[in-house]
Structures are given as C-alpha cells and as structure tokens.
C-alpha cells in the first residue's frame, strides 16, 4: 500500500473528482479556439513562414549570405542548433528521469514539455541541414553504400555521433510521448461528438480498450522507454559537446564539457518548459493541476542546474590559469575582457547570478517573477553558446586574422523563422492534444489531491488513512 | 531497534584490521627503488639509477649483484657524477620516469631527455650509471679492460675487476656471441629489470602513497554517506529513512580518512615524502637546479599555506556539519514535531553549496595536484563520481549485513532494491564521465594533457583499462534485471567487486604519479587495505549501535515503512 506524509503538499488543489479532471483537461479540445489564440498563431505561422523565405533564400544563394567569415566558420547557426537542442531536453528528462525517481508532481508538465521536446529537437535539427548548403543531399550523412553517391561517413567525427544521437534521441522521445497519448486519445475519442473528430482520435488511439492487460503493458513499455531515454538524455548534449571538446582550440577543448552541457541543457529546457506551461495554466484554466508547489520545484530543478553551471563556468576559468597554457588563459580572459564582454557577461549574469534570486521562498513561488527569470535564462543560455562558440574562434593564433562577427538579416532571420515554426506547431498541440496527462494524473489524485489528503473526499483513502492514524 | 556490535562481527573487522596490521610489516620491507638494465652486448651491461643512493648503498647493491652472479666474472666501470646528488629530489619526481628504454616513445614535454648530456640537465639525469662487463668465470682478463680502454679513457672512473673464480658451471662460449643458453648479460639485465636486484626505497614511496590511497578512499566513503544523507533531505525524499541510521554510522568513520590524509600532508609539508612535487622547495625555487617554471607558475594555488587553509576547509565544514546532522536527528527522535525536520532540510540544501565547490577543489588538491603539470576540468566530478559510489556499495554492505543479523525488520525488498538502482545508475555516471575525461584527452592528443593517459597506459595499462572495465561492465550485465537488485547473494559479489574496482580506481589516479613505472603490488598494498576495511567497519558498527536504527520521529517515516514496488 503507498502512503503519502502529510507534510507533503498536495499536487491537486480543489475539490476535484476523476470526471473533473478528463473535463477541465478536455475542454479547449472539444471548445472552440478564443480570438487570442488564432491571434498568436497567425503571428507564428507569419513568422515560421518568414523562417522558410530566409532558408529558401539562403540555399537558393549560399552559405555566404550568413555572417561567417574565415575565421569564424561557425556562429548564429550552431549557436541556435545547440540552444534549441538544449531546450529539447528537459521533456525527456521530465517523463524518463522524473518518472524514474518517482516524482509524481512531474504529471502537470510532462505531457507539455514532452511536446516541447520533439518541436525543439526538430527546430534543431534544421540547422546543421541548413548549414550542409545542398540540402537535398542531407542523406549524405547517413552511412550508406558508396553507388548512392555519398561517400562513406567520417566515423570518427563527432558531427556524425551527433546525427545518430539526435535521430535516436528524436524517435525515442517521440515514441514515449506518444505511447502516453494513447489512453488520453482514446478517453477524447469517446467523448467527442462531431464525426470526423472521432475518426480522427479513433484512428490515434490506435483502437485502445482500456483493459487490465493493455494498462499492464502500458506501464511496461513505459518504464523500459524510460530506461532506454535516461541514458539518452545524457548522451545527446554530451555528443553535441564533443563538436567542440574533440577539437584542440583553446575554449573548446575541455574536459568537463559534457556534463556540463548536459546540465546547461537542462536548465534551459526547465527554463522554457516554465515559459510555456505558465501561459498555458493561465489560458486553459489549469490552476489547480499545475500550482505553485510545481513552479517552485520547477525552480529548485533550475537552481540546481543553473549553480553546476555555474561552478562549471569558474572550474573552466580557473583551470585555464591553473593549467598554465597561455591561449588557453587568453582564451578565457579575452572572453571576459575582450570585445565580446558584453556577451560574457550577459551570461554570467543571466545563468549564474540570477537563479540564485531563487534561494528566496518569496522569489521562486512567485509566479510573475518565475516567467520574467525563464525568459532571462532562455537568453542566458543562447549567450552561452554565443560566447563558447564566437568568442573562442574570433580571435585565433593569428593576429592578423582576428575579426568580429556581425549577423545578417539571414541569420536572424532563419533563428527567429524557427521560433515561428516553434509556436506554430506548439500551438497546434496545444489545441487538438491534451496537454495534461488525463490518465496518469487520475492515479495521483486519491493520493496527493488535496481533498483526499484533508480527508473530505470519499475515495477509499480517506478512511484507510483514518483507521491508520 | 537497538543494535549491539556482535562478538562475532567485533572479531572478524578487528581481526581484519590485525591481519592487514601484519602483512603491512612484511610488505613495507618490500620497497623497492628500481635499479635500470640496459643490455649493450653479449658481455656488457649498463646499470642506471636515478634516485638517491650514497656510497654506501652503492656498494651494497655492487655486493648483492655479485653474489647473485657468483657464476660469472663482473667486472664494474662505474661513472659517477657528483653534480646529481644535489638535486635527487627532481630525480625522484620526473626523470625516474623517463629514464628507461620503453620510455623512448613517451610523448613527454617537460622531460625530454638525453642520457648522455648530463651536465648541465643534470637534475634530469640518472645519479649513476655503471657498465658491467659480464663473462664466465673462466674468461680470461684482458678481453674487459680492452673495453675499459675504448669506451670510457676520458671520464672520470673507477675501474674494479672482480674475479671469481669458483662455481664455474657455464662454460664454454669464451668470446661467443652465438650460443643456446643466455649469455651472462642478458641474465644480469633480466634480473635487475624483474627487479630481483634494487635498492630499498629509502623514501618509502610506496607507504606514502598507499596511505594517501586509502586514507582518501575511506574518507571519500564517508563523504559519499554524508552528501547522500543530506540530498536526501535537500529532495524531500521519503524512500530511504529507514536506512539514514546506517547512513549516519558511515559518515561517523569520516575522522579515520581525515587523520590519515591529515597525516600524509603534515609529512609532505615538511617534505618527507614526494608526493606533491610542488610541496618540494627546491621546484619552486627558481635558483635551484630543479627549478620547475610550470609548476612555479601555479603557486599562487599550490602553495603550503593556502593548501593548509583549504585543507581545514574542507576537514572542519565536513565535521560540523556531520556533527550538527548527527545531533539533530537524535534531537528529533527526542522531542518530535517537524520543526527540526525543515531546520535539516535547510541546513542539507546549504551543505551541498559547499559540497559542490569543496569537492570539486578538494580533489584537485589532495589527488590531482599529484601530477602537477596535468589538469583536466572534469577531474572534480569524476573523483565525485568515485566517491558517491563507493559511499553506496559500503550502505549496501552494512544494510545487507544487519539485515541478515535481524535487526532492520522494515528494511524491505523495495529498500534494497532502491540502494542497487544507485549502485547501477551511478556505475554508470562514473563510467560516462570516465569516458568523457579520457576520450577527449585521447582524441585532441595535445601533449600536455595526454601523457597523464599515455604513462597510465604504458605502465598500468592492465588497471588501467581493467578497473573501466569492471565498473562499468560488472554492474552493467549483473544488475540491469530487477531480480539480481533484489538478491542479496548478487549484490554482495558484484558489490565487492566493483568496491574493489574503485580502490584502484583511486590507486591509478595516484600511484603512477609517485611511483612512475616503478610499483609493484603486494603485501603492502593487500596489509594497508585490509587495515583500513577493518577499522572502518568496526567503527562504522560500533556508531551505528550508539543510536536506535530508526527515527521514529522522522516525518516521512511512514512513507518510507510503506515503500514497496
């Protein structure tokens, strides 16, 4: 039998009944759409469809119509890769990692964050496409027999890692999202009225019953895809670390890069699951499924993070002095003095100094303050990036080819394109999936709702706890 | 919930202890300062050394070559270079190492070193070199002095011609190259180099650095026991309070590994032992022949008084806090309520502040500063990895073992399965970050950082790989199913294994930077640990039965009877 302390808080406010939850959760499904939101998506899809212009324009031309130049080869464009990267990965973290500490208050956001994962790691993987110039020879990286015209891959080159570890990372993560969806597109299906809805969710829910044995191999699968994503979840930014530390330039070859990625990439991905999911409380009325004990464990995940990031950051600075290598103590005083402090120190501000606001229970159970310091961090983490990527190739050993990097109204362009497509596609989700999980936040509800909890609901908890006491 | 130290269990960790006690002896006389061969031909050998050795034990060692070739006529051209022996200290640190024909592939920066331009490199060159001419008894004379003559008229020398005449079994190659048995040199070559004939390490190297192992090991134990209990409580967690009791008695045997460590530094401080190249005065000064520029260059860290004041550091936050988390739970078994509960909850949170930096800075201090020259940004969290594990496999232990005993009826099943998911998943973190640490390293192969790696793989390569491969790969096939986590029998052989797997996790971080190519392993390493595993069990039961085995007053006591999955 699991028992719950009663000091522990409560994951369900109100007074809520297993019918209340398959509603409030259903309702902007089966509802039509308020102005604002087609608002946003016409801005989104303008956006997205701005992205797509710039792209055309920039394989129609070339490379070149980036801001890169000799010295910095790479920029705006694996910047966006890793940050979007990053992002994706505090789904998997949420549903495999979560879920296998058994942290039940990750029901409210896994679904949300699970879906922000697969549209982050497709914005990201846009870039290096983009980035190859012949996009219809993508294929290319794929090991595939020479007559096909490629040429067999460098397996040594942790740019090819990154393609498996992302496509791996990408069709398991898709995979577990969907394989929750299920019993929630099956509960929508027998709810909705309108015909070609309930085609549509029958043929999603892919003829689900409900049965004692399909909920027996649904745990099952769920738990060995948790398996199978946790060690994923490491591998994914610790490969798109070694872009970096395999090389030998000062500022990118590192040792603690990937845990360090790994940890940045989780904060950042928390940062923007906390952007999202405090809108989408607001607009779909989801207040008593998603309250303030889960923004402040959301935040402690962020301090947590944000501070290994933080020490990763001054481990980096002091090893460069300690190691006694002068371009590799240039290297990190130029970031911090030379012409991209501002960029620095944007950084530091936005990753370090600021989470730490958080150490105040007044701070980070205040839902204002918590969006304003997500939208700080997601531009934290983009400076981070920023500066390990530009900073670092800007100034090589030779003086004379030492140059500043300007973006073009391309690169902006393309980045600001994918954050359309993002929306887009996010506000989609938004709309025809549910983005709580129905079933799973049923199984907590006698446990950790706070009717049961204060012992006026009528479930059987409420007099097993009681006869206990 | 009283637990009482049995006599049995009394017996068997002290008997540990006086066993270990006994082969330490035996194996401290073992130390040995390696003595080089390098055969030139069929009758001559060149013997080097590089540490320090004075007249007296020269002739010792002349002596005890002589008599284990008592079947062969030597005959000594000794080259003594007095401008060494001022600078032994360097010698024991650097060129030790590289002063050996497998060492001619090394890609080393700093050591680039040539034997026979010993003047003014001296500190880099061996204190001594002899070349031993080696025939049978019955060889005539004349034939070795040719030698002397020819090779070494001009340096200053001192000639013995040893004569023995008796014992003549191997006869009959008299000026032969080409004969079945081997020729007296390669036999004398054979010997030195399977270190049958060295010196005794005066600076008893191999003690020292054994000491720092296994003070480090345990004391890191403790901290992992420690940094666990208070994320356990920074994270609410209500699985394991059942266990923190055990949690407790481990972290109590934390002043063993710090009196230990305490110990090898207040020796290295006054430079009694050479671990810490950096402690030595002589490398730091710029006027003396072993002056070492990159390691004067991080003095501004590695310098004694601030190594001290971190040192205390780190020794006194871990104390206190341990002291106050001790207090605190027997305080809240006493009068109840939840208040000291959110007061330990605070304090945990604040603890792993301090944990995060003192860890990471602590083994650059204690270990990585071993191999001054190296350094790597990983190196904290991968020594963290180490010690959390290794913190977990002793919780496992000690659970498994009262358990037997009767005396934990609440620890179920789910409990013990819970400590072998840590055990496994941080089998794996240590395994990443293993692999993260060395694959870049590898791959980038920038000089000054992957000798670290290129002299563990040519002298250790067996440990080496060996312990990567038994930590990573024993807990990965053995405890992925959810039924070996679940079975005792499993959990202690796997346990062990990788328990072991992890001491010499941290005697490859160490010994390769003390001893170079010159360990060996015996008696004393088996004595040292064998002491240590004893005494910290010992006090590991007899804390654990200071206190009840359950906090009966713990909020999440409940949950944490209730576990079951």
């Given amino acids: 039998m699991h028992k719950e302390a009663d000091i522990r808080l409560p994951l369900i406010l109100g007074d809520k009944t297993y019918k209340d939850i398959t509603d409030d959760v259903i309702k902007p499904i089966e509802s039509k759409a308020p102005k604002t939101w087609y608002l946003l998506f016409m801005i989104s899809v303008v956006i997205g469809l701005w992205g797509i212009g710039c792209i055309v324009y920039l394989l129609g031309t070339g490379v070149g119509t980036w801001g890169l130049n000799k010295t910095v080869g790479w920029a705006w464009d694996i910047t966006n890769f890793v940050w979007w990267v990053g992002i994706g990965h505090a789904g998997t973290l949420i549903s495999a990692v979560l879920l296998l500490f058994r942290q039940k208050w990750r029901f409210a956001i896994n679904r949300a964050a699970e879906a922000m994962t697969i549209f982050a790691v497709m914005m990201a993987g846009l870039f290096p496409l983009i980035h190859m110039g012949r996009l219809w020879l993508g294929y290319w990286v794929f090991p595939l027999p020479n007559q096909f015209g490629s040429l067999w891959p460098n397996f040594n080159s942790p740019l090819l890692w990154d393609v498996f570890a992302i496509s791996t990372y990408f069709s398991v993560s898709l995979v577990f999202w969907y394989i929750g969806l299920i019993p929630d597109f099956a509960t929508i299906r027998d709810r909705v009225s309108k015909p070609i809805f309930k085609k549509v969710y029958r043929v999603l829910s892919f003829g689900w019953t409900g049965d004692a044995k399909a909920w027996n191999r649904f745990e099952l699968v769920s738990l060995v895809l948790a398996g199978l994503a946790t060690p994923l979840v490491f591998s994914v930014h610790s490969i798109v670390s070694f872009d970096f530390a395999t090389s030998v330039i000062p500022g990118w070859h590192t040792t603690i890069f990937p845990p360090y990625f790994v940890s940045g990439a989780v904060f950042s991905g928390f940062a923007m699951v906390q952007t999202l999911m405090l809108i989408l409380r607001k607009a779909y009325k989801l207040e008593a499924y998603l309250h303030v004990k889960h923004i402040e464990y959301m935040n402690i995940v962020i301090i947590v993070t944000g501070s290994i990031v933080g020490v990763a950051y001054i481990t980096e600075l002091f090893v460069s002095w300690y190691s006694g290598v002068e371009y590799e103590a240039y290297a990190f005083l130029n970031r911090a003095t030379g012409p991209y402090w501002w960029a620095y120190w944007s950084m530091m501000t936005c990753n370090v100094i600021s989470p730490q606001l958080f150490w105040f229970k007044k701070l980070r159970t205040s839902l204002m303050f918590s969006f304003f310091m997500s939208i700080i961090i997601n531009i934290g983490m983009w400076f981070e990036r920023f500066v390990i990527i530009v900073t670092s190739l800007h100034r090589d050993y030779l003086p004379s080819s030492w140059t500043y990097f300007h973006p073009t109204w391309v690169d902006i362009g393309v980045y600001m394109g994918t954050m359309g497509l993002f929306f887009t596609l996010y506000l989609l989700f938004s709309r025809y999936f549910p983005v709580l999980p129905i079933a799973e936040l049923k199984t907590i509800l006698k446990s950790s709702g706070k009717n049961y909890k204060e012992g006026y609901g009528h479930g059987e908890g409420y007099w097993q706890k009681h006869t206990e006491h | 919930m009283e637990y009482k130290i049995s006599d049995k269990a009394k017996k068997f960790t002290l008997g540990l202890a006086i066993v270990g006690i006994v082969l330490l002896v035996i194996g401290f006389f073992q130390q040995k300062d390696f003595v080089y061969a390098e055969l030139i031909d069929d009758e001559s050998v060149k013997i080097f050394y590089n540490g320090h050795a004075g007249e007296e034990e020269q002739a010792k060692l002349e002596e005890s070559i002589k008599e284990k070739m008592s079947d062969y006529e030597l005959d000594f051209v000794k080259n003594h270079d007095h401008s060494q022996h001022e600078n032994e200290h360097a010698n024991d640190h650097s060129s030790t190492h590289t002063n050996h024909d497998a060492e001619s592939d090394h890609l080393t920066v700093d050591e680039n070193h040539d034997e026979s331009s010993d003047d003014h490199v001296g500190h880099h060159g061996p204190t001594f070199v002899w070349e031993v001419h080696v025939k049978s008894s019955n060889h005539d004379k004349n034939h070795s002095e040719e030698h002397n003559v020819s090779d070494h008229s001009s340096n200053e020398q001192s000639t013995h011609n040893v004569d023995l005449d008796q014992h003549s079994s191997n006869n009959g190659h008299h000026g ?19 270190r049958e004939i060295s010196f005794f390490d005066s600076g008893l190297r191999r003690f020292w650095s054994n000491l720092l192992i296994n003070g480090f090991f345990f004391f890191g134990i403790a901290l992992g026991a420690l940094f666990y209990l208070a994320l356990h409580y920074a994270t609410e967690s209500g699985w394991g309070v059942v266990l923190l009791r055990i949690f407790e008695g481990i972290m109590s045997a934390m002043p063993i590994g710090m009196a230990v460590l305490l110990l090898v530094f207040i020796v290295g401080t006054f430079e009694g032992h050479h671990i810490y190249p950096w402690m030595d005065s002589n490398i730091v000064d710029p006027d003396s022949h072993s002056f070492d520029p990159i390691i004067y260059g991080k003095t501004a860290y590695l310098n004694k008084p601030f190594f001290w004041i971190r040192v205390l550091a780190y020794f006194a936050t871990f104390f206190l806090f341990l002291r106050w988390f001790k207090k605190k739970s027997r305080q809240e078994d006493a009068e109840g309520g939840t208040a000291t509960h959110f007061k330990m909850y605070r304090r945990a949170a604040l603890f792993l502040v301090f944990f995060a930096v003192f860890s990471s800075t602590m083994s650059w201090d204690f270990i990585m500063s071993i ?5 790597s940004t990983l190196f904290g969290w991968y020594v963290f990895s180490g010690i959390w594990l290794s913190g977990m496999i002793m919780v496992m232990m000690i659970t498994l073992y009262l358990r037997s005993q009767g005396h934990l009826p609440f620890v179920k099943e789910s409990h013990i399965h819970d400590v072998g998911k840590w055990m496994f998943a941080l089998s794996f973190l240590w ?42 790969v024993f807990p990965m096939v053995f405890l992925m199913s959810a039924d070996t986590k679940r079975s005792a029998g499993y959990l202690i052989v796997i346990g062990l294994i990788i328990f072991i797997g992890h001491w010499f996790d941290v005697y490859t971080m160490v010994i390769p930077g003390t001893l170079f190519d010159q360990w060996e392993f015996g008696l004393l390493e088996i004595g040292m640990f064998m002491l240590f595993l004893g005494t910290f069990v010992y006090t590991v039961l007899r804390a654990i039965s200071k206190a009840p085995l359950i906090q009966k007053n713990h909020p999440y006591l409940e949950e944490s009877k209730h576990h079951e999955f």
């Fill in chain 2, 176 to 194: 032969d190259a080409h004969h079945n048995t081997k020729s007296g040199s390669e036999v004398l070559t054979e010997m030195i180099n399977n």
């Fill in chain 2, 431 to 472: 395994s990443y970050l293993w692999f993260s640490q060395f694959m870049l390293i590898w791959y980038a192969n920038i000089p000054e950082e992957v000798k670290y790696f290129v002299d563990r793989i040519q002298d250790y390569k067996l440990l080496f790989f060996g312990t990567f491969v038994v930590n990573f």
């Fill in chain 2, 371 to 375: 191999d001054t020259h190296w350094y």
